[in-house]
């Protein structure tokens, strides 16, 4: 699993979804291709894509 941190250019347009460093579910987005990610809410959060 492949984990994208906030600020980092997408490389995959898809759904991603933002987790905390302790695993909990921050809830889901659309981005395309070239955007950043998106600020989180928690220091140490990161996005996976979904299937």
Excluded: C, D, I
């Excluded at 921050?26 to 989180?40: D, I, N, R």
Aim: glycine share 16%; proline share 6%; no cysteine.
């Amino acid at each position: 699993m492949e984990k994208y941190r906030p600020g980092e250019t997408v490389e995959e347009s898809g759904e991603y979804t933002a987790y905390s460093n302790g695993g909990r579910n921050g809830g889901t987005t659309h981005l395309e291709k070239g955007e950043t990610f998106p600020p989180t809410q928690h220091e140490g959060s990161y996005y996976v894509k979904e299937k």
